[in-house]
């Protein structure tokens, strides 16, 4: 599919007149479409709940228009579930999904009256421990182990994941939490990250329907809700076909009734847990050509580098890229799309075609809207972005300033230096 970009030349023009580059924009009415239709595809089930992953795109801003479509907020840190307590998620608006939780934590999600999702077995009791009592509702992650294949295509290894229970443990923590007075249970799984086919969702449903099935047998417990969790993908690259999110519905629907509706569970909830598909596609990062410089290949400098998008150093992910204004001139000459880190891995692309770059063009870094400036950090000294919002009617709103060196600084603001350095 053609990737174009949700933002013209002239807007982003008139844009870098007032917030120098770089910066992260980010397309409400495309955040509001993809919403809309992700809650019509789940229509047909009753309880049927979005968990924002707050981790993928950290901003009250964005998370407050996910909000007005009922969304609540997925969190597993301290500070994610204090953003989720400032924009008013609380109780059952909050999913506390963490691994190797720190007491301090559990306690506020305790506070707050998150539904809290159980990474361990062992976690039973440290959270007993901490907060003094089980919460009547109450979920556990399961981690089935070996290898999720669809078809003969293998999609993760949850076998090396660190997440999750295994089903011997999943069916003694049901028992445990009962015992210790639980009511109403839960059950999570994150198996494959970043899928981009309409089956995922349905395959591991089934899995989890199943499971449900038994524990209930096998327990007799009730089955409040099953977090199908994150993983639909979207398609970084103009190859790939994005996700029917109408035919991933409609497969799990499917799934639905054929394992749980016969065992007189219709009543189970479908909660997700999307961060990716929610804002991916809805943010891009804007950056300026800088330097060119040619020596064994071509490079051209931007200032953007991957302190503002991590995903291409760390994972050496593709993000598609247009120059703005050449989008249709021919792909005729090969770059490497660099930022200004001292570390080689520094590349938003690598042997990338793309038409002549002059200094000065404005380039768009494609699909940045989650895990894109939330993985961010400031190697180098370098500084974070702005991020901005390009509302519906085509105005466009600072949803967050840039970093100062005042900010980087901050953390020596109880020694004498800092009189030098945060001025
Ligand atoms: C990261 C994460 C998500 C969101 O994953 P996406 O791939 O962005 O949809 C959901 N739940 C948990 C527990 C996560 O760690």
Redesign the pocket.
């Known amino acids: 599919m053609k990737k174009e970009t949700f933002v013209t030349k002239d807007q982003l023009e008139e844009i870098v007149k007032e917030y120098p580059t770089p910066f992260h924009l980010y397309d409400e009415k495309g955040i509001r479409r993809n919403i809309r239709a992700l809650k019509e595809a789940f229509s047909w089930n009753k309880g049927y709940k979005e968990y924002f992953?707050v981790?993928?795109t950290p901003n009250p801003f964005l998370i407050n228009i996910l909000r007005e479509y009922g969304c609540g907020c997925?969190c597993?840190s301290y500070t994610e579930l204090m953003l989720s307590e400032a924009v008013g998620a609380l109780k059952e608006d909050i999913m506390f999904?963490s691994n190797d939780t720190p007491a301090e934590e559990f306690a506020y999600a305790d506070r707050l009256g998150a539904i809290i999702n159980l990474d361990d077995i062992t976690h039973i009791d440290f959270l007993e421990n901490v907060i003094g009592h089980i919460p009547e509702t109450i979920s556990c992650r399961y981690n089935p182990g070996g290898l999720f294949k669809i078809s003969n295509d293998i999609m993760d290894n949850p076998g090396d994941s660190k997440y999750g229970m295994t089903t011997e443990q999943l069916f003694d923590a049901f028992k445990i939490l009962k015992e210790k007075g639980a009511k109403e249970f839960g059950i999570?799984a994150?198996l494959a990250?970043?899928t981009v086919t309409n089956e995922y969702y349905p395959m591991l449903a089934k899995v989890l329907f199943e499971v449900a099935v038994k524990l209930k047998q096998e327990t007799g417990v009730h089955i409040k809700f099953i977090n199908l969790?994150?993983?639909?993908?979207i398609p970084y690259t103009p190859d790939q076909e994005p996700n029917d999110i109408r035919m991933i519905g409609d497969g799990v629907r499917r799934v639905y009734e054929e394992v749980l509706t016969p065992e007189g569970m219709d009543d189970v909830a479908i909660y997700t847990?999307?961060?990716?598909?929610m804002m991916g596609p809805y943010g891009c990062l804007v950056t300026k050509a800088i330097h060119q410089k040619h020596t064994h290949k071509e490079y051209i400098g931007v200032d953007a580098c991957a302190v503002n998008l991590m995903r291409p150093a760390m994972y050496g992910a593709y993000h598609h890229i247009t120059v703005m204004g050449k989008e249709k001139k021919a792909l005729d000459h090969k770059y490497d799309i660099v930022g200004s880190l001292c570390e080689n891995n520094d590349k938003f692309a690598i042997d990338r075609m793309l038409p002549k770059i002059d200094m000065g063009d404005l380039l768009v870094i494609h699909d940045t809207g989650?895990?894109g400036f939330s993985m961010g950090y400031n190697y180098n000294g370098k500084l974070k972005s702005a991020e901005l919002l390009l509302k519906e009617d085509g105005g466009v709103q600072l949803i967050r300033r840039a970093e100062t060196p005042a900010d980087y600084f901050a953390t020596f603001d109880c020694f004498e230096v800092a009189k030098n350095l945060m001025k």
């Open positions: 992953a981790k993928a997925d597993s999904s999570h994150f990250s970043n969790s994150g993983g639909i993908g847990e999307l961060g990716r598909f989650a895990h």
